[in-house]
Nanobody, 124 residues
Framework: QVQLVESGGGLVQAGGSLRLSCVAS????????MGWFRQAPGKEREFVGA????????RYADSIKGRFTISGDAAKNTVYLQMNSLKPEDTAVYYC?????????????????WGQGTQVTVSS
């Protein structure tokens, strides 16, 4: 089992940047595919991006492609979400999640473990 804790959210102006961190404890992240999701008020949880346990080729949602980047630091057992050129529509609670079974990355139901979330607010 793995425990996930996100940090790095906050209030930023449109066009600004934030870096979210997801620190794992309990097991090494190399055992999991790691995803980032977000949920805005009144909306369903939305896939942002993910990286496989082999740290290969990240996958991103079209809405953030070219602006957000996922990376990992195995030594720190941490996954990051670098968010640039932020827009007001990026405002949401951001969650990291871990998936035990390799495969499809874009569906929240496929993930076994979730962090508590961190609020990102982008002002216009």
């Amino acid at each position: 089992q793995v425990q996930l804790v996100e940090s790095g959210g906050g209030l930023v102006q449109a066009g600004g940047s934030l870096r979210l961190s997801c620190v794992a404890s309990g097991r090494t992240l190399s055992s999991y595919d790691m995803g980032w999701f977000r949920q805005a008020p009144g909306k369903e949880r939305e896939f942002v991006g993910a990286i496989t346990r082999s740290a290969g080729f990240p996958r991103y949602a079209d809405s953030i492609k070219g602006r957000f980047t996922i990376s990992g630091d195995a030594a720190k057992n941490t996954v990051y979400l670098q968010m640039n050129s932020l827009k007001p529509e990026d405002t949401a609670v951001y969650y990291c999640a871990a998936k035990s079974i390799p495969g499809v990355l874009g569906f929240a139901n496929a993930y076994d473990y979730w962090g508590q979330g961190t609020q990102v607010t982008v002002s216009s």
